[in-house]
């Protein structure tokens, strides 16, 4: 199978969508609700209007937010919504399994949805870019290597840093002309 890109995922930031007039934001979403606050209700947590607010944002998310990111989105849905608030309800989360760290460098932990299935991570330390993928065949490795070990697998983490290959045929290109400039 190898890997493949999943599709939604990346750094760039999600546009922030305002709530209709109609539509409280603090009202679950038509259809039960986000999968974050969902995941919430099941772990018997109190869904306030804004932590419902952000549990969609955070579900909503296609990148990895960071809290102030998160509170930016927030707040402009609801501007009742203080950065403490964003602090305290992503702490909850993340306490109950619901979110997960993730540190791609930089200084700032971002978070994801913890029940995201098995992916990976592509960090492009040049651009700080995340890039989420997927890798049946490494998922069997890793399996397999619990069993031989005596273990069941239950969590699998891969997070790759690297920097994007430069093109060899523009590269000689650059180097002949660099070549040529300099009179060599």
Do not use: W
């Not at 609700?33 to 952000?54: A, P």
């Amino acid at each position: 199978m190898g890997s493949r890109p999943m599709e939604r995922r990346s750094s760039e930031p999600s546009p922030v969508r305002r709530t209709p007039a109609n539509h409280s934001p603090h009202a679950p979403e038509r259809q039960g609700g986000s999968s974050i606050e969902r995941m919430c209700v099941e772990r018997g947590l109190k869904m306030t209007g804004q932590r419902r607010v952000i549990a969609r944002v955070l579900s909503e998310a296609s990148d990895h937010p960071d809290v102030e990111e998160l509170y930016r989105r927030a707040s402009a849905l609801d501007a009742r919504i203080s950065i403490a608030t964003v602090y305290r309800t992503v702490r909850l989360l993340e306490d109950k399994g619901i979110l997960a760290r993730r540190d791609f460098g930089g200084g700032r932990a971002r978070y994801e949805a913890s029940e995201h299935g098995p992916h990976y991570h592509l960090i492009d330390v040049e651009t700080g870019k995340v890039i989420e993928f997927e890798d049946e065949e490494h998922e069997r490795l890793m399996r397999s290597i619990a069993a031989r070990l005596g273990f069941s697998l239950v969590s699998l983490r891969l997070e790759l840093f690297g920097r994007k290959l430069v093109d060899p045929a523009a590269a000689d290109q650059k180097t002949a002309a660099a070549k040529r400039k300099s009179g060599r």
